[in-house]
Structures are given as C-alpha cells and as structure tokens.
C-alpha cells in the first residue's frame, strides 16, 4: 500500500519532537541505540517493541548485542520516513518513560 513519504520539513519537525533520534545519513530513516543493565532488559524491551510492531504493522530493523539494542525506522512501503515512523519512535519511547 503506498504511503507518503515526508518532507524535509516534516522530517524536521519529527527529528525536533524525538530528540532522542537521530536522522540516518541518507535521510531515509531514523535510528536510536538503547543500553539496559542486563541481556534479559534488553530482551524484555524487544519483546514488547515486537508487541508494538504488530500492534502498528510496522516493523523494525534492528539488532542486539548483549545488553545493547540499535532500532532503525524507515517505511518500506514509503522509500524512506513516513508517519508510521514517528509513531512507533514515540511508542517506543514511552516504553521508557
Ligand atoms: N514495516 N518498516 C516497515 N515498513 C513497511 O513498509 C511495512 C512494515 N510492516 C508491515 C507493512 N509494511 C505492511 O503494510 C506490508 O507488509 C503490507
């Protein structure tokens, strides 16, 4: 299903509302690396992203090295950032909070 990508200045307000967030270097997507105490946090908080995820259908790529997990968003759908990122950014965020 095609969906909008954004444009710069709606990248811009979305980077401004997830300063937690970075900008990929092609401006395709956006990234953020979390850091718990153990493997097993690290894991708990995957599997609820993964909740998330679903919930959304929009998914994450991501990876985990021990206690570390690295999440890029992107819309495939899209060629590059669309709402749904920023959503699930600020979902996943609040997982923090
Ligand atoms: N997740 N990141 C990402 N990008 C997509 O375009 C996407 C997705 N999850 C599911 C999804 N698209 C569905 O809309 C399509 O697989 C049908």
């Known amino acids: 299903m095609p969906v909008p990508q954004l444009t710069e200045a709606e990248r811009e307000g979305v980077l401004a509302s997830l300063p937690e967030w970075t900008l990929r270097a092609d401006s395709l997507a956006i990234e953020r690396e979390f850091k718990f105490r153990t493997f097993s946090e690290a894991w708990a908080f995957m599997a609820r992203v ?5 919930k959304q ?5 991501w990876s985990n090295v021990y206690n570390r ?12 950032l669309s709402e749904r ?10 997982l923090l909070a």
């Open 50 to 54: 993964a909740l998330l995820a679903e």
């Open 57 to 61: 259908d929009h998914h994450p790529e």
């Open 69 to 80: 997990v690295a999440i890029t968003l992107t819309t495939h759908d899209a060629g590059g």
């Open 85 to 94: 990122d920023s959503k699930l950014a600020r979902a996943i965020d609040k």
